[in-house]
């Protein structure tokens, strides 16, 4: 599974950016998919996961009510619209992807990866 993301740049705080993130290759092994973002000299966290059918979704505390994330099957593709952003927020956002049958916040149950995209909050 090949995962392309895309959509980052500069926001003012209280703005709003929408991530994607396309999908290739296996994507019918593919059971969740999820978020995370990685700030300079801190470790990658979890921001928020879908399951295949796109009902089940899990979100970080710090974006809960602010970002919304969806997936479509047809399209392999997953977006993340991320409204009311913070300074905070700044950070390397990754797409991701598990064949495992459950949702998880922890970066070992995702096998496949993509290259990330920037996404910068001025204050």
């Known amino acids: 599974v090949q995962l392309q993301a895309s959509g980052g740049g500069v926001v003012q705080a209280g703005g709003s950016l929408r991530l994607s993130c396309a999908a290739s290759?296996?994507?019918?092994?593919?059971?969740?998919m999820g978020w995370f973002r990685q700030a300079p000299g801190k470790e990658r966290e979890f921001v928020a996961s879908?399951?295949?059918?796109?009902?089940?979704?899990n979100y970080a505390d710090s974006v809960q009510g602010r970002f919304t994330m969806s997936r479509n099957n047809i399209q392999n593709t997953l977006d993340l619209q991320m409204n009311s952003l913070k300074p905070e927020d700044t950070a390397v956002y990754f797409c991701a992807a598990s064949t495992a049958p459950y949702l998880s916040s922890n970066t070992n149950a995702y096998a496949y990866w993509g290259q990330g995209t920037q996404v910068t909050v001025s204050s």
């Open positions: 879908i399951n295949r059918s796109g009902v089940r979704k």
């Open positions: 290759g296996r994507t019918a092994s593919v059971y969740a």
